[in-house]
């Protein structure tokens, strides 16, 4: 079968988890005996430092705004489609476009992957900064546009033959907006080798028990870009009410535009003597720090969000301190102490019980491993499913007349 995905770029260096996912589903699904191109359509942006195994088209959409970025969409397909069984597109950023296509009469079918959300969707992230201030005529345009993409935009996007997602609380979301609840959409999870990490890293489901201290010192870690929503402000209250702190390090490792505001932040509560930002660091650096984590603490962000972050935490066996009833318990689950998300004393609380209780930290570190032997969390057998998903719809559209 020849699949061709379309995706926004392939930036290897500076893009974080989601290209890496998506370079593990091209190379696995061209090793299931189908031929993998991948075409990019802001190619600009492409950081490609070694040859990669499937063929890569440099196409450049020229437009920034949603509708002129949907009609080159259709057009892409439409220039590519004698060359393709199926076409594999990044749903979030080409859903219109792609179901433009097969509404006027593309003859290849679709599927969209969904790892993120509408930019049209309100901000349910959950942050101590608060939003900032729009003018009237910002939030009517934006308003606007909602409506388009949710009246007009999603029966449009339902002409996609088939949907993976990355978690079953991001498909809920997709789905209270208006996309087709249809019983062939796939959760397929983020895609992540933990087998070659923990080869690659010396990591055995022994390595963290064995380094496990019943007195501190205590190193937690998180890791992200620092931006607005994704609970380095939270994580940070919450650390600075765990009333003993002198056996405690917070790692907070990234950079971004809130930056900044995270280290005045860690002033302000006074907390310089147990809070390191080393801002971006290398690759193999943030590899050490998963080496040396005692607790992995990520709170905040979306609800319906997961993290390769975390997924890393667990390849390393490390318990983590999640925020419950989201994407992230879904993933981890029986893998993290959970507390209510943007509650800052419970996340006090589970930070001094976690760091004060050696045999919880044992097992949640278990667990790891035995979440990461699940099915859901095999990237061979989610990405086999989802090839024989792709082979039934290419059958059906033919036998249908490509309707």
Not at 270 to 287: D, I, R, S, T
Not at 299 to 328: C, D, H, N, R
Request: one cysteine or more; hydrophobic letters at 40%.
């Amino acid at each position: 079968m020849r699949i061709v995905f379309l995706t926004s770029k392939l930036n290897f260096e500076t893009s974080g988890g989601s290209v890496e996912e998506l370079d593990l589903l091209m190379r696995t699904l061209q090793d299931l005996r189908n031929e993998v191109k991948t075409i990019t359509a802001f190619s600009s942006n492409n950081r490609i430092p070694q040859p990669r195994p499937y063929g890569v088209i440099e196409d450049q959409i020229t437009s920034m705004r949603l509708l002129g970025i949907q009609w080159q969409c259709y057009r892409i397909l439409k220039k590519y489609e004698k060359g393709a069984d199926l076409f594999h597109i990044d749903g979030h950023l080409f859903l219109y476009g792609a179901g433009l296509y097969r509404l006027l009469g593309g003859k290849v079918p679709v599927a969209a992957y969904f790892n993120y959300y509408l930019m049209c969707w309100g901000d349910t992230a959950l942050s101590l900064t608060p939003y900032p201030k729009e003018h009237i005529f910002i939030r009517i345009k934006k308003k606007i546009r909602w409506m388009i993409e949710k009246y007009i935009g999603m029966p449009i996007a339902n002409r996609i033959n088939l949907f993976a997602f990355v978690s079953p609380t991001l498909k809920a979301v997709y789905e209270e907006f208006g996309l087709r609840k249809d019983p062939n959409t796939f959760v397929i999870g983020d895609l992540i080798d933990f087998e070659k990490i923990m080869r690659e890293n010396g990591i055995t489901e022994e390595s963290y028990r064995a380094r496990n201290k019943r007195s501190g010192p205590f190193n937690l870690f998180y890791c992200s870009r620092m931006i607005r929503g994704k609970g380095f402000d939270l994580l940070l209250d919450g650390f600075s009410r765990v009333r003993v702190k002198k056996n405690l390090k917070l790692i907070l490792s990234g950079t971004g535009p809130e930056a900044p505001l995270i280290r005045s932040m860690v002033k302000d509560l006074h907390l310089e003597p147990y809070v390191e930002m080393p801002g971006w660091v290398p690759w193999q650096q943030l590899l050490d720090f998963y080496r040396t984590t005692d607790i992995f603490v990520q709170v905040g962000w979306k609800p319906e969000g997961t993290s390769i972050s975390q997924l890393y935490a667990m390849a390393f066996g490390i318990p983590s301190i999640l925020p419950k009833g989201g994407g992230l318990e879904w993933q981890a689950k029986q893998t993290a102490y959970y507390v209510e998300n943007g509650n800052a004393d419970e996340l006090a609380a589970a930070i001094e019980t976690l760091a004060g209780d050696f045999e919880l930290r044992a097992t949640l570190s278990r667990n790891c491993y035995a979440r990461i032997g699940e099915d859901s969390l095999n990237y061979r057998k989610q990405i086999s499913l989802w090839n024989k998903k792709l082979i039934a719809s290419v059958r059906a559209t033919m036998r249908n007349g490509f309707n």
